[in-house]
């Protein structure tokens, strides 16, 4: 199995294990799509230079009000939740979730994903 198909692999596992988990992706800091479970109808190259752009905020954002390295990143809209976590070096991986996601479970699930992906990318 190809690399990039043991990640969509997992990007698919995160989604099985977590059913308000509607998307995810694995994006580089540089707003490259790298691999992704994303609707057909979702532009990849827009989600990806979002994705990038929130995670360099929030990393400056964390910095700049001296919290630390970031961690993870959570938007919360009138339609569910984009959640973005470090996955590794220059990679973030997100998750878009229903309204309805146990954020608590949401964040366990995407740690054990970014725990697979180590030990891929």
């Known amino acids: 199995m190809s690399r990039v198909e043991t990640i969509n692999r997992i990007l698919r596992n995160l989604q099985a294990a977590s059913p308000a988990v509607e998307a995810s992706a694995l994006i580089s800091e540089d707003g490259l799509m790298l691999a992704s479970a994303l609707p057909q109808h979702v532009d990849e190259s827009r989600v990806a230079g979002v994705s990038a752009t929130l995670s360099t905020l929030g990393s400056r954002a964390a910095r700049e009000l001296e919290r630390g390295d970031v961690e993870e990143v959570l938007v919360r809209g009138s ?43």
């Open 79 to 121: 339609y569910g939740y984009a959640v973005m976590i470090s996955a590794s070096a220059g990679t973030v991986l997100l998750a878009l979730a229903s309204r309805e996601a146990k954020l608590g479970l949401i964040f366990l699930d995407m740690r054990r994903a970014v725990d697979d992906l180590r030990k891929v990318v």
